[in-house]
């Protein structure tokens, strides 16, 4: 039997600092039968110049502006053809050349829709410097009110599911992966399975974590998005939930370090 087929999706934009690593993370991995696709917002660097270079599995590119990154991910999905489906944002770049292979084999139980594992942050420029550790769980019904959802760089999910609730809003401009997963998960109940392990390298200062104003317009998304989905919170729990759990990230990395 041939093996399954995973899609990765990477948008990227004027982003020649930093894909060559997204490129080569999925280059190495053991996992045979990975199609990568490309959705660049028309970036004038070498960024597809890089793609053209290092992109030894990269079977789909398409160039032309979008109306931000979510836009982005559904013009990946409409070009996407594999069973499952992850995305790899172009800052980001695999922890493993396991990694893939390893959600794959969670995937060989047919009830299973949905995968998701350990996050770690790291240093824009050093790469090999851990910042947050964002260690997950597995998902229980009534997470996001309770503050908790999956880290999305470290979402795979089967081809179905897309097809089922629909891609991603476009105009949650800063949270529509969190907008999108709260439908899948909560809305919808995807059967979902977590893996116990770093599969994703996240670089620190995206468009979410550079600032406290965009930190306070992505909450601000956040909580329309729980409106939307009739998620009941309250507020200041909510978000003393969210803080304590960014102390944590960052109390396992002291610890990792021997500081704590």
Known sequence: MHPAKISIITACFRSEATIRDALESVNCQTYPAIDHVIIDGASN????????????????????????????????????????????????????????????????????????????????????????????????????????????????????????????????????????????FHTHGVKSAYLPETVVKMRTGGATGGSLSSIKKQNVEILRALKSQGVRISKPMFFLRKFVERLRQRIRVWRLRGVA
Not at 95 to 106: Q, S
Not at 128 to 134: E, Q, V
């Open 45 to 184: 660097d070498r960024t597809l110049a890089i793609v053209r270079e290092c992109g030894k599995r990269v079977v789909h590119v398409t160039s032309e502006p979008d109306k931000g990154i979510f836009d982005a991910y559904n013009k990946g999905l409409a070009a996407a053809t594999g069973e499952v489906i992850g995305i790899l944002n172009s800052d980001d770049f695999y922890a493993t050349p396991h990694a893939i292979a390893n959600v794959m084999r969670i995937f060989e139980d047919p009830s299973i829709e949905a995968v998701y594992a350990d996050l770690v942050y790291v240093d824009k420029d050093d790469t090999s410097k851990i910042i947050r550790y964002w260690k997950s769980r597995p998902y229980g019904q009534g997470d996001f009110a309770r503050g908790f959802s999956p880290a999305h760089p470290t979402l795979f999910l089967r081809r179905e599911v897309y097809d089922r609730t629909g891609g991603f809003n476009p105009d949650f401009r800063l949270a529509g992966d969190y907008e999108y997963m709260l439908r899948a």
